[in-house]
């Protein structure tokens, strides 16, 4: 087998060969991405069900349809981002070819989570290919069935000159990390961030990092509360809470708080039935260390489980768990938590809910749930974070034309659709000149003059050409 350098090796000859420029090589990998994806679905379900005994509905919508949308995407599309983009010129360059020209950044590593471990590392492949890189991916150890098919269908479909997947958890990550690599594209942990950037800095490679953080969901003013509850609690309870994106705490005033508990129960109720342990709808946490991560972390809360609780250690197993009484130095409000569990803390007004957010690091997502269209472009406007979406959850980021990533501690660079393609280009700024107007271009040389200094202001103002141009 080869080692890991050896590999690196491999993709960046297969690279400086040329052989991914081609429109139709990227064409034809990406359509052999999408047979990979379509002739083993029933493989992929299986392995994500061993994982996270991730129900086949949410499977299908998060992981296979939205690879297989993001493919169709791409391939639609690709070959017209290709193309030149021509640029506004000035009097002294209007007679040149002014363009910016996409080109691959050349090796790119991939490095996956193990929450959407087929989505989260396929979304990323896309825009890499259409970009015209090599790439190597690494999966996340923690969810092992899914890596290990992800290491066997790759080399089956996809060139292995160029393409190629690398297994193993920190130490192998580590060790892969000291090789060369011309973009690092990781999702994860803001703490293995903080090391990926170590390792980044020493080759002065440029990082995308899409992280998370604490998704805020401010419900404020007139509310429809029975369709927010469900929206609300989808959302939270998709995949067991293990979403970057998953609402991580619920803002509002003291009656909204009454109003939706009900609800909440309600909607809980009709979608995992009172006994949430035996519905083939909810997914298991990933693993027993993350179990117990999270069973910490709810024994350590000061605030009030008023729905759900239950848990089971050997089933990996957590209740749809809704806590109140939370106060913004509880335990459950100092990490993302990552897990079913849904902390609501009260606020008495739309600006000390503003306040609340803006205090914490920028979040990846941030939700308002509002008749009011005031109350939603007031938080738009007064707060920051990767994405926005009001009235409710998760939905935004399935779109592949908006772009998706994290601001600030939730993350840098964002992909999906073009913003996927061109994360992983190079925009090269291209300026072809003639011999003509040497007159003109001659204004700049030595002797100065300032008669020769206003002319070639003019000539080379951005006012004159907006106007010209
Ligand atoms: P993680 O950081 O533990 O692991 C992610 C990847 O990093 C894995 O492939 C793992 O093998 C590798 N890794 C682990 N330790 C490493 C080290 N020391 N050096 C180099 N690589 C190392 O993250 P996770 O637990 O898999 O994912 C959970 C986190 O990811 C959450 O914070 C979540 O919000 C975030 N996340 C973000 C997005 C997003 O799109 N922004 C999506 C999913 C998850």
Excluded at 227 to 238: N, P, S, T
Aim: proline share 5%; with cysteine.
């Amino acid at each position: 087998m080869d080692t890991q350098s050896q590999v690196v090796d491999r993709l960046r000859t297969a690279f400086s060969s040329g052989i991914t420029i081609p429109e139709q090589f990227r064409r034809t990998q990406l359509t052999k991405l999408m047979s990979m994806i379509k002739d083993n679905e029933e493989e992929i379900l299986n392995a994500l069900h061993k994982d996270l005994a991730k129900p086949k509905f949410e499977a299908i919508l998060s992981e296979v349809d939205i690879v297989i949308n993001e493919l169709h995407y791409t391939i639609a599309n690709f070959a017209s981002w290709m193309k030149p983009e021509y640029v506004n010129k000035t009097l002294a360059t209007r007679l040149d070819d002014c363009f910016i020209r996409r080109e691959p950044l050349g090796v790119v590593l991939i490095i996956g989570p193990w929450n959407y471990p087929l989505q989260l590392l396929m979304v990323p492949l896309v825009g890499a290919i259409a970009a015209g890189n090599c790439v190597v991916i690494k999966p996340s150890e923690v969810s092992a069935a899914t890596d290990s098919l992800i290491a066997e269908l790759i080399p089956k479909y996809l060139s292995q000159d160029c393409y190629a997947v690398i297994r193993g958890g920190a130490e192998e990550t580590e060790a892969l990390l000291q090789n060369r690599f011309d973009r690092i594209f990781y999702t994860g942990s803001q703490t293995v961030a903080r090391s990926i950037l170590q390792a980044a800095s020493v080759h002065l490679t440029p990082v995308t990092l899409e992280l998370g953080g604490k998704c805020p969901c401010f419900i404020y003013g007139r509310v429809n509360i029975e369709v927010a509850a469900r929206r609300l609690a989808w959302a939270k309870f998709f995949n067991a809470g293990q979403s970057c994106v998953a609402p991580d705490y619920v803002l509002c005033s003291p009656a909204a708080r009454d109003a939706l508990l009900p609800a909440l129960r309600e909607a809980l109720e009709d979608f995992y039935s009172k006994e949430p342990q035996t519905c083939p709808d909810l997914s298991r946490i990933v693993s027993p260390r993350h179990w117990t991560r999270l069973m910490d972390l709810l024994g350590r809360s000061s605030g009030k489980v008023v729905v759900g609780g239950e848990s089971n250690q050997e089933d990996k197993y957590i209740a749809p768990t809704v806590v109140v009484d939370v106060a913004e130095d509880d335990a459950l409000m100092q990490e993302e938590i990552f897990g079913p569990i849904l902390p609501i803390l009260t606020v008495e007004s739309l600006e000390k809910g503003i306040e609340l957010i803006n205090r914490k690091e920028k979040p990846l997502a941030l939700y308002v749930f509002s008749d009011e269209s005031s109350v939603v472009n007031t938080v738009l406007e007064k707060t920051s974070s990767g994405g926005f979406c009001s009235n409710d959850g998760i939905i935004h980021m399935t779109l592949p034309s908006l772009p998706f990533g994290g601001v600030g501690a939730s993350g840098w660079g964002s992909y999906h659709g073009r913003w996927g393609f061109e994360e992983f280009s190079h925009r090269r700024a291209c300026m072809l000149r003639g011999w003509a107007l040497e007159r003109l271009n001659g204004l700049r040389y030595p002797p100065y003059s300032d008669n020769k200094l206003s002319w070639l202001r003019w000539t080379t103002s951005t006012k004159t050409s907006c106007s010209l141009m």
